[in-house]
């Protein structure tokens, strides 16, 4: 029909066109060009996944649980506990080999240790399963694609949080989530209004580890003159002991006693600061596997990330100061659900947010919130911010099974 | 049969047949061949308004997407790197359920535009009668005008028509720049075509531009004549 090599005096014929046809053809080149990239670039994807996956084998499972990280081994063990009680079928995929230092898993409940990385979603993206229970968020979206052979996907959330500080698209294609709590649930729909998606189911579900959490609790030391405030910064470059160095840590421990938490990943990434850190002399240092002992011992937490502040504040009813960096959302979904941290705001009695400027007003800060604490207000919070505390592992098991009959 | 030749039996010859129609009408009625390409160009682009308007207006929708998603493309390109931007990318193409091969594919009128536009070329250039036919100051119809002390005037006139149609078109400097930059490569590419080509064509764009004024400014800026007669116009989009 058009030929474009039927020219005369070397004109092709595609030149006599108007402005609206030539922008249209560019358009159109345009998209051959880039259709053809992404096809180049999915084709050496598929390639290198089928390699990673090589002669795997699968087995049917009825709900596996995937869990990417031994931390996250808290908020699965007591909903899998759960599951177990409920005789339901439940098979445990860990990117990591689970030995004899992990808390053994029910009778019945079965094991599988996966590669981590792209050779385990490789297995996982095979696999199949009635429900595919996991925290690891943008399923569908980088490696960790949709099996044909799972018929639903259940994200579990492993921290109270909302979905404002999270990677771009990192819930949209689960068919349901297990909210912690309203904000998270709120923060869902409208990303699904924003981005026009069909709405997933959302459970009002609460933090499993929290559970846990509680009934571990270790009863609150006996009052003494001297307050003891706990530091568990994240680690990084906006992290409190990168900041301010450790000179923060010596001014505190002049007023009250410290213990000091070093996070576990910076001894990996900031060797050197871990180290000037564990030395600090005049503080008590943790470095135990769970904060639970350093937390019972604390009446004030001083921190920077979201996961310890709110165990801090909710599991163990306790004051936060909180060193506010403000975080650019500009790359996260917080970006399209604009604004500011809806949990920060409503949190702000207890969790209280100190400037980077205000830092060296800290010990009047610390006695200033530990003079207004109140447990009966964090607990009136607590009732309105998170779903059924110390109760949501029962919950989710529940759920699942409804999700299973439904299927 | 060649499938080349069986496309050209079916999709061309009936409109080849059309447009000798008209040119032969026109030829009958218009006192000389100029003025009759001149009325053929007006009466096919009279024809074609409703594709011009339906392509218009897919195109407009499909700017409107592509600027929603372009703004996207570019915050994600702006935080991240590597395989991650390549995957969230191609989560907001998801998302938009757009791909641009379809897009490619949807755009139907495109191709039928491109179809006439070529029936267009065929006829005239398989027309002897321009030769040694004067037009106005233009010695030969089947020859450059030549008509700025040897330059050639209605390839510019074209351009200009054609920049400022493709300005009327679009506010987004990326179009506009875009447009210019074909413009002028059409420019090299016809400067040296025959002055028939270049009488239909240019009045061609013309009408574009006229069309694109119309759209325009056709509400504020002209008398209430005018209005109703761009008011008809765009109608027939």
Redesign the interface.
Known sequence: MLDPSRIQGGLPVFAYIDPGTGSALVYVISGVVISLYFAMRGLYLRLREAVARGAARYEKCCIAIHGEDPRYEITFLPVIHCLAERGVDVTYFTMYERDDSFDPLPAGVKHRSIPPGMVGYAYLNHLAAEILVTTTPQLDVMTFRRSRRVRHYCHLPHALGESRYVRPYAYDFFDSVMCCGRILERNIRRMEEIRQLPQKRLFATGIPHYDILLRERPPDRAASERSVVLVAPSWGPMSIFEVFGTSLVKAVARHYDVIVRPHPQMERSQPELYSEVVQLEGVTVDTGRTPLSAMAAADILISDISGIMHEFAFVHEKPVLLIDHRRDVDGLEGYLLGGDSELKELCREFITPVSPSEVDKLPALIATAMHRHSRQRIAEVREDLVYNFGRSAPTAARQLQEILQCL | MPL?LV??TV??DPVLTIFRHIFSFWQGHAPDLGLALVAFSLTINLLLAPI?GE??RY?AS?SERRTKIQREVE??R???RG??R???I??I?R?YKY???V??LG?GS??L???V??T???YL?DQPQFAGVAFGSIPSLAEPDRLLWGVNLLPMLMTAA??A??FL??NERR?RI??SA??A??LV??Y??PAA?LVY?TT??FV?LVRSLARRTGRQVWPSAWRAGFARLAELD
Do not use: D, G, V
Request: net charge positive; with cysteine; proline share 2%.
């Open positions: 080349s496309l050209e999709l061309l011009y392509m218009e195109e499909q915050r994600i702006k935080h991240f395989r991650e390549y995957f969230y191609r989560t193409y998302h791909s641009p091969a897009a490619m755009s495109l191709l535009q491109i179809c536009f070529y267009a070329y065929r250039r054609n920049i149609s493709a078109r679009s179009q875009q447009a074909l413009a490569m059409f590419l016809l040296s075509s080509m064509w061609n764009n574009s």
